[in-house]
């Protein structure tokens, strides 16, 4: 019934006006609800296009500068003393710090949405793995990996999942200096779930509740590169329900943390 109609049925049978009023007050709650809902859709396109634009117009330079202090290293623009070595070494790990925080902050800020794929999860957790294979010497513990013995196709955005491996097993290694760091994956009942363990410094009952939280360290003393900005947890976080799971970590101080992510295989593509 057209608004109009509605208002000349009132008019004739004076009974029915309640009903009309009612019909009347819904069709304008829904306009209002398609307004507001097309209002938020324009907003998040123009945070998206925003997103992409600053990503460029930061990243650019910053890559430049980096890439500069290098060649003037490696001595292409003539000889470098070594105090001068020194301070092209600190700009760079500024810089690269400033890189990471500004794809961080990007990354915390600009997604929305997952890019579907199917994949086989084993061959994919190994690719993500083999990524850890230089730096595994430079750190003091071990690497303990358990994967599903046969293949497992799922859907997921291979990018965000390849984030959330990468931060949690890049916090379990920067965490902990005796032991080992486990990575465990297995799939039951179209659930698969993902195990980072470590036996490292772990976390108190009361920071544990912050963790997920962005910028919060425990300890913000160190602002190193690799140290970080406090973001890699709330990223992981955001991507894991992006990816319609759920992420938990359980720890005990002074003997290490578990985080354990639990994904669909079958999400809700829509
Ligand atoms: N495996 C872990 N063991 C002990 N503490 C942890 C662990 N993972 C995270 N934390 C604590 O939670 C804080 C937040 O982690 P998050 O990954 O968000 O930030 P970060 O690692 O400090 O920096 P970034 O990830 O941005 O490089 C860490 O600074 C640390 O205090
Ligand atoms: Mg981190």
Redesign the pocket.
Known sequence: MTMLAAVAIALVFPAVLPKVIKILGEAHLSLERKVALEAARKAARQKTDFMAMMSHELRTPLNSIVGFCSLIEDQHYGPVTEEQRIALVRIKDSSSHLV??VR?ILDYNGQERADWEEVELVTFCKTVLAMFDPLLGKYTVCLEVELPEVPYQVWTDTKKLRQVIT??L???F???EHGSVGFRVSCVDGLVSIE?S?T????SKE?LA???D?F?????RNMRA???????????QRFVEILQGDIK?Q?VLGK??K?TVLLPQAPDKA
């Open positions: 990471k925080l961080q931060n949690l890049q916090n379990a920067k965490f902990t980072v470590d490292g410094i772990g976390i920071n912050k963790i997920f962005p919060w360290q425990v300890d913000r690799e140290a970080g900005a406090g973001l890699g947890l709330s990223i992981t970590a720890s290490g943390t985080f």
